[in-house]
């Protein structure tokens, strides 16, 4: 969750935040461009096909593409939950603490224009690719370790060669973009929020409706904008960020700052080095905000409620009512989704040999450490 919101689009352009800003924005209005994408977006080089989508699956599951043969992707980004694990920072391989940011959701994330909090990842594709040479994640030294791994696994021979085909079908970059694949059918449409915007008035309790009202006429809608709440309309590759704490200096976002620890990450300047982007943050959608405790990318704000009041206090400068808190707390539940049912899958198997005699002997060498 991250500052403001108003639904704007290219179509609307700045009509709505003028409306807004004028106090005139009327609940039918203030919803019209928000209603959920009906494709997500893939890219041309890596069209979706069920097998495709099969293998990703495997491969997001499978953790014997961690060092310790003990973290899959789905370990941090629980697809049978929310897409995340509800801890401040995920444990990684060999059961470090040290990963530096809360994780994300994985829902939605195909309509994310880029990935990480710090937008170092254009794609989903070269998401998939982070975590796996991540030291502190699932710790792969590197991108033929992966590889050599993969082909020890009888079973992904076939699967990759039906896929990608080609001399050489098990390749890192073929991995990645079938796990891509597979994590943009991970979409939550059909919430309360979507069936008000079709016309289903009552949809949203009234509460709702007015912590909607709210929303925009505060300013959240400024940044939390368009159908994911994330961006006001920017292409794929492109990323939209934001300062926070924005106003440090505010007495009340002084106080969380302080509660919270909410200081300290450089976020965008550790990707750019420039001084202007530090502390800036890519803003993070909305959709599912109410299942993905606790907050930020310092991950210790426990609820929504109190995230609610962190943005306003130290993004708005604005000290809310807990009315006011609990109306807007409403409308961010109605962008609860519809989860689609995600079956385990069945992970090829090594007949008779392991890939994993080096693991215990690893953990004691990092115990070590």
Known sequence: MHTHLIIRSP??????????????LAAPLAVADGEFPAKVPVPADNPMTPAKIELGKQLY????????????????HMVQSNGSDNLPLSFGVFGRVDVPRNTP???????????????????LEEQAKGPILNPVEMGMPNAEAVVDVLRKIPGYHAQFAQVFGGKEPITFDHAAE????????LVTPDSPYDRFVKGDKKALDVTAQEGLKLFNSVGCGTCHA?????????????????????QPQNAACAKYVQKYHLHGDLGRYDVTHKDADKERFRVPGLRNVALTAPYFNYGTVPNLQEAVRVMAACELGKNLTETQTKQIEAFLNS????????????????PDSTLLMKVADMAKEMQKK
Not at 11 to 24: E, H, K, N, V, Y
Not at 61 to 76: A, E, K, M, W
Not at 105 to 123: E, H, I, L, P
């Open 11 to 24: 179509r609307r352009g700045w009509q709505s935040l003028l409306l807004a800003c004028a106090g005139l």
């Open 61 to 76: 599951f499978d953790p014997r593409i961690s060092l310790s043969g003990t973290v899959s992707c789905n370990s941090c």
């Open 105 to 123: 959701t994985v829902y939605n994330a195909a309509f994310n224009t880029v990935q990480f909090w710090d937008g170092r990842a254009s794609s």
């Open 226 to 246: 368009g159908p994911m709440f994330d961006n006001p309309g920017l292409p794929m590759g492109e990323g939209f960020y934001q300062k926070f704490p924005a």
């Open 178 to 185: 079938a796990i891509a694949s597979f994590e943009r059918t």
């Open 335 to 350: 962008l609860t989704g519809k989860f689609p049912q995600v079956t385990l899958p069945h992970l090829p198997q090594t």
